[in-house]
């Protein structure tokens, strides 16, 4: 049976309701892609590979989400190591700190440096996803790109949050159907819009 192409408004409409099931989908991926790998060396193939299939959707280029996520997987099981390993792994260092911080005059400015961290390090899969750079290339241009409109950036992560904290204060048995694929969903549209303002450079 064929099937029919829904124009106009209501495509947009049914367009815009297909996304919760893709998220959903798309959170279960992500989790076998980081119990494929161990959890240790699954975590940034496993992102990797969530946002290339979220910005191949957002690109309105109709991925076949098993078998391109796996493809995504695979590809970036060795590459995804340093260039998103890495970072994730500081994640730690941070929340270390944070903990450390409770209670004295630095706790405020210590939250503050952590949420701008983490802004950033939200888009940098983003920008792997988008542009074929080098390691230390694609570090910079993530913070380039978060940091050229720093309201976007802060909007995102105060966005990010509220729906984080909202959703488990209201209903906290949907929040796993939707993170991370959510903010990564969010994070990979403000990087497509961000390159499409200002591609970045190349060094010569």
């Known amino acids: 049976m064929a099937e029919v192409e829904i124009g106009g408004r209501f495509g947009r409409l049914y367009g815009f309701l297909d996304w919760p099931a893709r998220l959903d989908a798309l ?5 076998l892609g980081v119990l494929a790998g161990l959890v240790l060396f699954g975590l940034a193939p496993a992102t990797a590979a ?6 191949a959707y957002v690109l309105d280029r109709s991925p076949r989400l098993w078998h391109d996520y796996w493809a995504a997987w695979r590809a970036s099981l060795r590459s ?5 390993g890495l970072p994730i792994l500081t994640v730690w260092v941070v929340v270390f700190y944070l903990l450390l911080s409770r209670s ?5 400015g210590m939250a503050v440096l952590a ?3 983490l802004a950033t390090l939200l888009q940098l899969p983003a920008v792997v ?3 074929d750079l080098p390691v230390v290339r694609s570090w910079q241009v993530t913070a380039e790109v978060a940091w050229r409109r720093p309201l976007v950036t802060v909007a995102v992560a105060v966005l990010v949050v509220g729906l984080a ?3 488990w204060l209201t209903t906290p048995a949907a929040v796993p159907l939707f993170f991370p694929a959510l903010p990564a969903l969010i994070a990979t549209v403000t990087v497509h819009r961000g390159l499409a303002d200002s591609p970045p450079r190349t060094p010569s």
């Open 80 to 84: 995804s190591q340093v260039v998103l």
């Open 165 to 167: 904290v909202g959703g």
């Open 104 to 108: 004295t005059p630095f706790a405020v």
């Open 115 to 117: 949420a701008g961290y």
């Open 50 to 55: 969530l946002y290339a299939v979220l910005r």
């Open 27 to 31: 959170n279960v991926l992500w989790l």
């Open 129 to 131: 996803a988008h542009v």
